[in-house]
């Protein structure tokens, strides 16, 4: 049986109902699904690693029939291009927040019983009130390890009588160790990972949400997505609903018409459930 090199350095059997799923949940176009799994069927060897998988489905999707469906597959790498800081992770998570409800600030000073602290993000909901530590990476083989949940929870201790805080959640777009999962458990903390907890975790809060970063769009460089982060400008919904957005750009306006094109395409299928 063939086996895939997974980006931990851990090998396992070729799944093809997991390249399906993920097709699938990508809601990428029911007739390219089974295009896309024979182009992997075709390609694949004993040991291949799984980010050659991805690029070579991202690559089979932008040379197909639907070329913008090559975004709906590459969120998570998109997540990864908020960086370099993690500001931008930061006010992404407040606004994915804000569409399921919560009302939010970022980058809060608070005082604490013994020290003051930023927190990263404060939200709200139905009386209650939450401590968010957004612990962004830009490696899919990078884990938030148990410091981190260590320290998140040590800041919530601190702070949280001051300031009349329910709870604590530690948010990262990649995964934990086991051991900051054992912590949480016992501690009280909420970890919300890129794929758990199953039904809350961060890809389904986006997909709840139906919002998607701006660095999901194959038409603009990385340093123009550089350039509108640092502005503000973080969903494909905030260039969809203000073209001029794009005037902070040097776009001529052959590719400002594309980007628009393609956040349009983006915007309709986040309302109809992308």
Avoid at 60 to 75: D, I, Q, T, V, W
Avoid at 138 to 145: D, V
Avoid at 217 to 239: G, P, Q, R, T, V
């Amino acid at each position: 049986m063939l086996q895939v090199l997974k980006a931990n350095g851990q090998r396992e059997e070729f799944n093809e109902e997991k390249v399906m799923s993920s097709i699938k949940r990508a809601r990428i176009p029911q007739n390219l699904q089974n295009q896309v799994l024979a182009h992997i069927k075709n390609i694949i060897y004993d040991g291949i690693p799984t980010v050659e998988i991805y690029q070579s489905i991202l690559e089979f999707l932008g040379k197909s029939e639907h070329p913008y469906s090559k975004a709906r597959y590459s969120l998570k790498e998109a997540i990864m291009l908020l960086g370099p800081t993690g500001y931008p992770f930061e006010d992404f998570i407040a606004k994915i927040l804000q569409a399921l409800g919560y009302t939010t600030k970022v980058r809060q000073i608070l005082m604490g019983k013994c020290i003051s602290h930023e927190i990263d993000v404060i939200a709200k909901k139905e009386n209650k009130t939450y401590m968010i530590e957004a612990k962004f990476h830009n490696n899919i083989g990078i884990r938030s390890e148990v410091h981190v949940a260590l320290y998140t929870h040590a800041r919530f201790l601190d702070v949280k009588e001051k300031n009349i805080l329910d709870e604590a959640w530690l948010v990262t777009n990649t995964k934990t160790t086991t051991e900051a999962n054992a912590y949480a458990l016992c501690s009280g903390l909420k970890i919300i990972s890129w794929s758990l907890p199953e039904g809350e975790s961060l890809r389904d809060m986006i997909e709840k949400a139906r919002l998607h970063p701006i660095t999901i769009l194959n038409s603009l460089s990385h340093s123009s997505k550089i350039a509108l982060l640092n502005n503000h400008i973080i969903m494909c919904k905030d260039i969809h609903e203000n073209p001029h957005s794009l005037d902070l750009l040097p776009l001529s306006k052959e590719e400002k018409t594309q980007t628009l094109a393609e956040a349009a395409y983006i915007y309709q299928n986040e309302q109809n459930g992308f």
